[in-house]
């Protein structure tokens, strides 16, 4: 995999650029501030915070901001057959939620290829190409899997995904973030993905812990608490409950 150029840019006044995409390299725009238009292959698109561009090898584009809008993104432009095999078919405009994940690997990789080169590590830069590309795809994977469900739904797991690890989660808190009683939440999260909030949120503990009792030498007592159980009796029933094996057996079995 090769990168082109990889940065972000602001607009605060008119401006417009167009380009064709080389043959073999893609072009990844996400919109993460303001507005502004695009055309890919003569077809217009009104761009706003959270939607992600994809042009393709060969495609041309034209980027629009008017005088009256204000536009922020981050920009990739990049070529490989493992970025083909995973992007030819993709949508040219997908909406995406835009996680702290996704911008911290996206805004690192920004930072690694403003090294003068002597200075750059390649290794890195292409895990970190890896990783958001892997991230990107996933996020337009996710969003076809959003249509079948309400958005509420949707910000309802975002949110549980986010927070779950952290001490003091709460289904209240859950409900205050959509804007609902917690009656409601919990009745619409369990009608539409027939689990409950609770259960979401320990699946993503226990996951979370299982890849710190792998990765890490941390204590199984701090693994607990810093995967959100409060403690590690509770860690254990749960996870006991789960896989029918303690915490501490599972880890020696690894």
């Not at 990049?78 to 911008?103: M, N, V, Y």
Request: net charge positive; with cysteine.
């Amino acid at each position: 995999m090769k990168i082109g150029f990889c940065g972000y840019s602001y607009h605060n006044y008119a401006y417009n650029t167009s380009h064709q995409s080389r043959y073999v390299s893609y072009l990844f725009r996400l919109q993460i501030d303001g507005t502004a238009q695009v055309k890919v292959g003569g077809k217009e698109h009104p761009i706003e915070k959270g939607d992600l561009l994809i042009v393709k090898p060969n495609e041309t584009y034209e980027l629009y901001v008017g005088e009256q809008q204000k536009s922020g993104d981050f920009h990739l432009y990049c070529e490989g057959e493992w970025i083909d095999q995973r992007f030819r078919h993709a949508p040219t405009l997908s909406k995406i939620h835009l996680d702290d994940t996704l911008l911290d690997l996206w805004h690192h990789l920004i930072i690694e290829e403003r090294r003068p080169l002597k200075e750059r590590n390649s290794e890195l830069n292409q895990y970190l190409l890896s990783a958001l590309c892997v991230s990107l795809e996933r996020s337009i994977d996710r969003k076809v899997s959003d249509i079948h469900r309400p958005y509420i739904i949707t910000r309802m797991m975002r949110y549980i995904e986010e927070h779950a690890t952290k001490q003091g989660f709460k289904v209240q808190d859950v409900a205050d973030h959509c804007h609902l009683s917690v009656s409601r939440c919990v009745h619409l999260f369990k009608e539409h993905l027939q689990t409950t909030i609770i259960e979401y949120a320990q699946s993503i503990r226990i996951s979370t812990a299982i890849n710190q009792m792998k990765y890490t030498t941390m204590t199984l007592e701090n693994i607990a608490l810093n995967c959100g159980f409060g403690s590690y009796s509770y860690f254990h029933r749960v996870f006991k409950k789960q896989y029918n094996i303690s915490p501490r057996a599972y880890r020696e079995k690894m």
